[in-house]
């Protein structure tokens, strides 16, 4: 069974960074586009980053642009999140997930993380 386990969240000030990595297993990795989604309390699940699994674009939602970074290693078989400058808005449950195709769309996605906090104070 494909296994996505989350780490690195955690409780920073504002300002502050923190990485997020993913493990992959019983998946073949390099043939899916690796992204992570985040949901706040009351809220929907929501795109953040992602990144192909060929030749490496990323994509991000406009408000993390230029400070979270999106990476992915595929002979460890992990993706990971970069995160700068923390805003008290970025708290939430952040999700790694696994697709075949770039989407921005939960329902596009085949496997999904347990999930990790994140929480920002100001």
């Known amino acids: 069974q494909v296994q996505l386990v989350e780490s690195g969240g955690g409780l920073v000030q504002a300002g502050g960074s923190l990485r997020l990595s993913c493990a992959a297993s019983r998946l073949t990795f390099s043939s899916y586009v690796m992204s992570w989604f985040r949901q706040a309390p009351g809220k929907e699940r929501e795109f953040v980053a992602a990144?192909?699994?060929?030749?490496?674009?990323?994509y991000y939602t406009d408000s993390v642009k230029g400070r979270f970074t999106i990476s992915r290693d595929n002979a460890k078989n992990r993706v990971y999140l970069q995160m700068n400058r923390l805003k008290p808005e970025d708290t939430a449950v952040y999700y790694c997930?696994?697709?075949?195709?770039?989407?921005?769309?939960?329902?596009?996605?085949?496997?999904w993380g347990q999930g990790t906090q994140v929480t920002v104070s100001s």
């Open positions: 990144i192909t699994w060929s030749d490496l674009n990323t």
């Open positions: 997930a696994a697709g075949r195709l770039m989407s921005r769309t939960t329902r596009d996605y085949d496997y």
